[in-house]
């Protein structure tokens, strides 16, 4: 499924429907009295959290929305039907802004929020309610109120509690498919994953929590290298990221100066992003060359007072410990401490 996290759209609510004029004609009875009915009101423009979706990408082919328009009131007192409220769903994590001034108008997060963002016009009223003393017989009701109208720009940032950040190949969707149950695409070239991936980590006593898989990032990725920085928003709303790092490219590759790059672009993309607080994850320890280059590194993160995992996403080694250490960040405290 094509992943789209942002769209632009058009929503109109429904016109309210007109008050009716009209007077009771019965056998007999030369001047019935007025019985024009209310219009109905017009339909609202509503969004609403649906938990199934993960992108706005049905509304890339809905870019108009519109309401139902009240019906006309009817003579015998009739009132017009209301207009059919419209219903958005879009999924969580779901920012909706003023297209024109960028006003944030709803930020969608809950499953099953929901926000009526356009009401519709009032139905008007028809002429049997404006009989007085002086006036038994109004010729006149009132028309239905205004729609409203405007352009909506919505973004997508997906919610997660933790975020996986790391150049291309490191492991990232590998480690995302061995603690839960999300089947991204895994191969050795750069880029294999596009679009962000969201899994639900089972930890002990039947609690999760969602972990996001996002593209790779390189250094320039500020500037477009690569898949470019912007996939990092995904991220932006965890509680903390694990930075994986690969040593397996030594000495090809610098994996410090690699680490010390992609910091630097995270703070290119958002000071408040390079903020958030990392674990140091180095990936692939089932490889002979990395548990050679392993000490060295090691000690250069906690002389930093950097916490580092080592871990291989391929055997699982060194995961639990990892988990638990989530669980403190998240909850704080591992099961074992509760
Ligand atoms: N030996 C070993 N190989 C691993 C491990 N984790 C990942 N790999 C391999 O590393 C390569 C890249 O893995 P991915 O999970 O696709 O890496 P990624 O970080 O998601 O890469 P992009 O989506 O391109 O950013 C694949 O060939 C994996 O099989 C590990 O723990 N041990
Ligand atoms: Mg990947």
Partial sequence: MQFIDEVKIHVQSGHGGAGCVSFRREKFIP?????????????????????????????RYRPHLKAGR????????????NGEDLTIPVPPGTIVKDAETGEIL??????????????GGRGGQGNA???????????????GEDEEERWLRLELKLMADVGLLGFPNVGKSS?????????????????????PNLGVVPYKNYRSFVVADIPGIIEGASEGAGLGHRFLKHVERTNILLHLIDLSWIPDRD????????NRELALFSPELARKE???????????????NLPPVMAWFQERGIKVFPISAATGEGIPPLLD??????WGAAEEEW
């Avoid at 017009?42 to 979706?53: C, E, K, M, Q």
């Avoid at 009240?70 to 039907?81: I, L, S, V």
């Avoid at 709803?106 to 009401?119: H, M, N, R, S, Y």
């Avoid at 191969?187 to 679009?195: N, R």
Wanted: aromatic letters at 6%.
């Fill in 31 to 59: 001047f019935g009295g007025p019985d024009g009915g209310d219009g109905g009101k017009g339909g609202d423009i509503i969004f609403t959290v649906d938990p199934n979706l993960s992108t706005l990408m049905d509304l």
């Fill in 70 to 81: 009240g019906k006309n009131g009817m003579g015998k007192d009739r009132h017009g039907a």
């Fill in 106 to 119: 709803a930020d969608l997060i809950e499953p099953g929020q929901t926000v009526i963002l356009l009401k």
């Fill in 129 to 143: 309610r404006f009989t007085t003393s002086t006036n038994r017989a109004p010729k006149f009701a009132q028309p």
């Fill in 175 to 195: 480690f995302i498919t061995k603690v839960s149950a999300a089947r991204p695409k895994i191969a050795d070239y750069p880029f294999t994953t596009i679009k």
């Fill in 255 to 262: 994996p410090i100066r690699e680490y010390e790059t992609l």
């Fill in 278 to 292: 990392q674990i140091a994850v180095i990936n692939k320890i089932d490889l002979p060359v990395v548990r050679e």
């Fill in 325 to 330: 250490e989530i669980a403190r960040h998240l």
